[in-house]
């Protein structure tokens, strides 16, 4: 059956389309000309000013300390509610599942505007705390899910052969269930992280004064059209970024390599 | 303690946490929009005393009916686009050879792990009047000098199905690659036109990837409000920009509330139909299998 090109060339249309804006950017923030429309030659001048920019290292604080809490909190809860929704069914499985799932499509304009007003309510100060809170919630689900999928293949019958050869609980669940799940665990908390180190939305809905993070920060800079800075910031966020996603494909590449060995 | 009790408390503990945490810092929440809705706004930004229906009733502002309209066909219209791109290039990645199929997905989900806003503002600043883009385009004879390429729904919709193209490919892409192709064949060998055979045959083979394709960008596109605030214009708001107006500009909490419980109600009837779909689709599944 002789096969149509059209695919083919749609799809590397569509990534050039995926691309093209990404590169534009790198190239302009080495752009001396500010408006970006023509070449105005090289300069390192728009990263000397982004180093002095007090603000936004303190948002880039921020942003670690709200991820890193966020992160630790929801794998915690993420995982627990994987494994039991795993080993368990029933009821209170499916209320539960549901709680797991539904975030997960809901926009982030309403889980802000939901969590503000919640905090409203209570008359819970904003700040560092209610950021906390909110960016742990919607991860929770992300992680449950990626230790879900782990656990798909998980023969919940050895677990009962460990105990019945008398292995204590605990002793079960450190030497046969964690390490059967814990890619699916680190896979989860990457992406709680970098959803956390992302998220403008809900941050924005219940930032409070002195809690900016880095998307924040950028969204305020687009505002006020800084716009070669943004695009210095922007080019070594995506630098990062793409450095960390070449590391774990290696390091899943090798340790594929390994097992197939 | 009888061991079925000591079973359930064991499920308990493990339940327990996400669960309370979901309930209080999710499901509450989501419920008091619908609470506050009915509650009368205060002049210092926050939530007056009492309940009243004037919060609702507010909801008839003349300008309302057009801007949801636009958010529906305009998140519509983005699912649609999204999703004949979407289609071919699954079939693309899943029909190459295995190192192609790697490189294909790696390149597909990379700028998805970049920032959001970043991606957004990428487009800008290529849009930008003095931008590239426009002087290209420009040189090509293609538009006028005073034609404006940013600020306008169409500029909006550009944007969206940029960002929401990987969520269409990858839930596609794990639909094509499951199909299995010899039906195709097989539709052909007994006489059926190329055309006919795709779509009589690959279509519905695909259908619950077209759906969680379908439900992967529909749902975010209509609670869009980053995209039309940054790359639109008046004329392109959605109901997530008059939420956040109402939030932060006029710190009218009530009527943002109320808006987000239509947002709620509108988000919640794709998503129980995905779900009949779903549903349906399982239990048709069955029979299916015992007649091959």
Not at chain 1, 23 to 49: C, D, E, H, M, P
Not at chain 1, 152 to 176: C, M, P
């Given at each position: 059956?002789?096969?149509?090109?059209?695919?083919?060339?749609?799809?590397?249309?569509?990534?050039?389309?995926?691309?093209?804006?990404?590169i534009?950017?790198?190239?302009?923030?080495?752009?001396?000309?500010?408006?970006?429309g023509?070449?105005?030659?090289?300069?390192?001048?728009?990263?000397?000013?982004?180093?002095?920019?007090?603000?936004i290292?303190?948002?880039?604080?921020?942003?670690?300390?709200?991820a890193?809490?966020?992160?630790?909190?929801?794998?915690?809860?993420?995982?627990?509610?994987?494994i039991?929704?795993?080993?368990?069914?029933?009821?209170?499985q499916?209320?539960?599942?549901?709680?797991?799932?539904?975030?997960l499509?809901?926009?982030e304009?309403?889980?802000?505007?939901?969590?503000?007003?919640?905090?409203?309510?209570?008359?819970?100060?904003l700040?560092?705390?209610?950021?906390?809170?909110?960016?742990?919630?919607?991860?929770?689900?992300?992680?449950?899910?990626?230790?879900?999928?782990?656990?798909?293949?998980?023969?919940?019958?050895?677990?009962?052969?460990?105990?019945?050869?008398?292995?204590?609980?605990?002793?079960?669940?450190?030497?046969?269930?964690?390490?059967?799940?814990?890619?699916?665990?680190?896979?989860?908390?990457?992406l709680?992280?970098?959803?956390?180190?992302?998220?403008?939305?809900?941050?924005f809905?219940?930032?409070?004064?002195g809690?900016?993070?880095?998307?924040?920060?950028?969204?305020?800079?687009?505002?006020?059209?800084?716009?070669?800075?943004?695009?210095?910031?922007?080019?070594?966020?995506?630098?990062?970024?793409?450095?960390?996603?070449?590391?774990?494909q290696?390091?899943?590449?090798?340790?594929?390599?390994?097992?197939?060995? | 303690?009888?061991?079925?009790?000591?079973?359930?408390?064991?499920?308990?503990?493990?339940?327990?946490?996400?669960?309370?945490?979901?309930?209080?810092?999710?499901?509450?929440?989501?419920?008091?929009?619908?609470?506050?809705?009915?509650?009368?706004?205060?002049?210092?930004?926050?939530?007056?005393?009492?309940?009243?229906?004037?919060?609702?009733l507010?909801?008839k502002?003349?300008?309302?009916?057009?801007i949801?309209?636009?958010?529906?066909?305009?998140?519509?219209?983005?699912?649609?686009?999204?999703?004949?791109?979407?289609?071919?290039?699954?079939?693309?990645i899943?029909?190459?050879?295995?190192?192609?199929?790697?490189?294909?997905?790696?390149?597909?989900?990379?700028?998805?792990?970049?920032?959001?806003?970043?991606?957004?503002?990428?487009?800008?600043?290529?849009?930008?009047?003095?931008?590239?883009?426009?002087?290209?385009?420009?040189?090509?004879?293609?538009?006028?000098?005073?034609?404006?390429?940013?600020?306008?729904?169409?500029?909006?919709?550009?944007?969206?199905?940029?960002?929401?193209?990987?969520?269409?490919?990858l839930?596609?892409?794990?639909?094509?690659?499951?199909?299995?192709?010899?039906?195709?064949?097989?539709?052909?060998?007994?006489?059926?036109g190329?055309?006919?055979?795709?779509?009589?045959?690959?279509i519905?083979g695909?259908?619950?990837?077209?759906l969680s394709?379908?439900?992967?960008?529909?749902?975010?596109?209509?609670?869009?409000y980053?995209?039309?605030?940054?790359?639109?214009?008046?004329d392109?708001?959605?109901?997530?920009?008059v939420?956040?107006?109402?939030?932060?500009?006029?710190?009218?909490l009530?009527?943002?509330?109320?808006?987000?419980?239509?947002?709620?109600?509108?988000?919640?009837?794709?998503?129980?139909?995905?779900?009949?779909?779903?549903?349906?689709e399982?239990?048709?599944?069955?029979?299916?299998?015992?007649?091959?």
């Amino acid at each position: 059956m002789r096969r149509s090109k059209f695919p083919a060339v749609l799809t590397w249309a569509v990534l050039f389309f995926f691309y093209l804006p990404i590169i534009l950017l790198v190239l302009n923030s080495f752009n001396a000309s500010r408006t970006g429309g023509s070449w105005g030659g090289f300069t390192l001048k728009w990263y000397a000013q982004l180093f002095s920019a007090r603000e936004i290292w303190s948002a880039l604080k921020n942003s670690l300390l709200v991820a890193t809490v966020a992160t630790c909190i929801s794998t915690l809860l993420g995982t627990c509610a994987a494994i039991a929704l795993h080993r368990y069914k029933g009821k209170i499985q499916n209320v539960h599942y549901c709680l797991v799932y539904v975030p997960l499509v809901v926009p982030e304009i309403l889980l802000g505007i939901s969590l503000l007003l919640f905090f409203v309510a209570l008359r819970i100060e904003l700040g560092i705390v209610t950021m906390i809170i909110a960016h742990a919630t919607f991860c929770v689900s992300y992680v449950a899910m990626a230790v879900l999928s782990r656990l798909q293949d998980f023969d919940n019958t050895i677990l009962e052969a460990s105990r019945d050869l008398g292995a204590s609980n605990w002793y079960t669940v450190r030497k046969i269930l964690l390490p059967e799940i814990l890619p699916g665990i680190v896979a989860g908390a990457l992406l709680a992280f970098t959803l956390s180190i992302d998220d403008f939305v809900i941050s924005f809905f219940v930032a409070g004064p002195g809690s900016t993070t880095l998307p924040i920060q950028i969204y305020s800079m687009i505002r006020r059209g800084s716009m070669p800075l943004i695009n210095a910031l922007s080019t070594i966020l995506l630098a990062i970024t793409f450095l960390i996603i070449l590391v774990v494909q290696f390091i899943g590449k090798s340790q594929a390599r390994q097992e197939k060995n | 303690m009888k061991p079925k009790t000591k079973k359930l408390l064991k499920e308990l503990g493990l339940t327990a946490p996400s669960l309370l945490w979901l309930a209080v810092f999710f499901m509450l929440p989501t419920l008091i929009i619908f609470a506050i809705s009915f509650k009368p706004s205060d002049p210092l930004g926050g939530v007056g005393q009492g309940w009243t229906l004037n919060t609702i009733l507010a909801l008839k502002n003349p300008n309302y009916p057009e801007i949801i309209w636009r958010t529906l066909w305009m998140s519509g219209l983005t699912t649609i686009i999204t999703l004949v791109i979407s289609v071919p290039v699954a079939y693309h990645i899943a029909r190459a050879k295995p190192w192609k199929r790697d490189l294909l997905l790696l390149l597909t989900i990379l700028p998805f792990w970049t920032s959001f806003l970043i991606r957004i503002f990428a487009w800008k600043s290529v849009l930008h009047p003095d931008g590239m883009l426009k002087k290209f385009l420009l040189f090509c004879n293609l538009i006028s000098e005073d034609s404006l390429l940013l600020y306008r729904p169409g500029t909006v919709l550009l944007v969206m199905v940029y960002t929401e193209l990987p969520f269409a490919i990858l839930p596609l892409y794990a639909a094509v690659e499951k199909f299995d192709f010899s039906l195709i064949e097989a539709a052909l060998d007994l006489g059926a036109g190329k055309l006919r055979a795709y779509a009589n045959i690959f279509i519905p083979g695909i259908k619950s990837g077209l759906l969680s394709a379908c439900l992967m960008v529909l749902i975010p596109s209509i609670g869009s409000y980053v995209i039309p605030d940054v790359v639109g214009g008046i004329d392109s708001m959605m109901v997530g920009n008059v939420i956040a107006q109402r939030t932060f500009v006029d710190r009218n909490l009530p009527h943002a509330s109320a808006l987000a419980a239509v947002m709620t109600i509108v988000m919640f009837l794709p998503l129980l139909y995905f779900l009949k779909g779903k549903k349906q689709e399982d239990g048709s599944a069955t029979p299916a299998k015992e007649v091959v």
